[in-house]
């Protein structure tokens, strides 16, 4: 656009929000900027290298900078804030938990810690019930890894490639993007091909993907593996929802070969969705163990995976122990997080307002070339960006540019996906129609503006 196009442009306005938060007296971002530099690791990276975003205050779907500037967060702290910033009853929670008992270990009886444990384990399906608490997704992902290993006396895993599962050793080695990876020893995983609709061999066929599933446990292991693990709706992968079809028959193939199947939930459990609470349940599968995070605690580190007991005894044959798992502190906003999603209706609120939005970017595909695909289901939507709509061409360059004028323009989105074009919005699930709107409207005068 030229510049006298651009002139005639307005900004769309903000939502109205009734809060403004206390006044900032601390250091400025650049003395933290220079901090971070000299004390933080050199392969830190963050959004917006240009001027990075201070960010002081969190209220709801909102954050607000050091001066006082506010913006729309659609991005969730990565699909971690599913209440809402500061939600004030998992603040609660925190303060009269903090207050009573900080910390004590599994090794003594709290009930902050079987309260959770028990609410959990009614959110899952069949046998699914027992509990171990971890502190990030990672942990939660090597857990299982190990728990399916000792249980099936094997140790080939299958896992899909453009998966993000964590990083350290067995969740590295599952996660299948070589952006994510590092030349350290990764052993025993078979990443079949992605199932992936958009750019995928097979389009929407799942059952066709899956039988690379199977082509993998024939040529590639002794015919015996412990697991399959997958997202149901790939995050860090730039929010790919696996062809239809493809979970159950992919399960089908594992459990022949007498693996277990693994359920990343990290990103699309928790009500993200709206149409379930689980990601998997969207393919109507029952998964043998599944991970949990980021969205549990609403931004406090907290993870879970959770087994049956038949399952679960296999880590009674050593000890298994964790000090920060299943921290009264965390387990205490874990539960006011699960209280929340069903007082509010966020499940609900996620399918309603992430449909409608879906709506609303699809609208901006039509009207915008850039624009390739348009996915994900509930608030686990993506927008992957492309030079050239039948080459499939990633416009990495465009994304970051648009990114930086959404900012501009007060709407905070991730960026993702292996080529790094795809916009990720995963907001908290409290966000409103009106609150779509905004972002929708923002990412069309962005982009009206490249
Ligand atoms: N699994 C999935 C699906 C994730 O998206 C992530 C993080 O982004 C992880 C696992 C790792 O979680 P954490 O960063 O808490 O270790």
Partial sequence: ASQKDDDMIINPRMPHFDYSPPPYNGPSADEILSKRKEFLSPSMFYFYEKNPLHLVHGKMQYLFDSNGRRYLDAFGGIATVSCGHCHPDVVEAIVNQTKRLQHSTILYLNNAITDFAEALASKLPGDLKVVFFTNSGTEANELAIMMARLYTGCHDIISLRNAYHGNAAATMSTTGQSVWKFNVVQSGVHHAINPDPYRGVFGSDGEKYAKDVEDLILFGTSGRVAAFMSEAIQGVGGIVELAPGYLPAAYSAVRKAGGLCIADEVQS??????????????????????????????????????????????????????????????????????????????????????????????????KHEIVGDVRGRGLLLGVELVTDRKLKTPAKAETLHIMDKMKEM??????GGFRGNVFRITPPLCFTKEDADFVADVMDCAMSKI
């Fill in 269 to 366: 459990g928790f009500a993200r969705t709206g149409s379930h609470f689980w990601g998997f349940e969207n393919q109507g599968v029952v998964p043998d163990i599944v991970t949990m995070a980021k969205g549990i605690g609403n931004g406090i580190p907290l993870g879970a995976v959770v087994t049956t007991p038949e399952i679960a005894e296999v880590l009674c044959h050593s000890n298994y122990f964790n000090t920060f798992g299943g921290n009264p502190v965390c387990t205490s906003a874990g539960l006011a997080v699960l209280r929340v999603i069903e007082k509010e209706n966020l499940q609900e609120n996620a399918h309603v307002v992430g449909s409608y939005l879906k709506e609303r970017l699809m609208a901006i595909k039509n």
């Fill in 410 to 415: 007060g709407v905070l989105v991730g960026k």
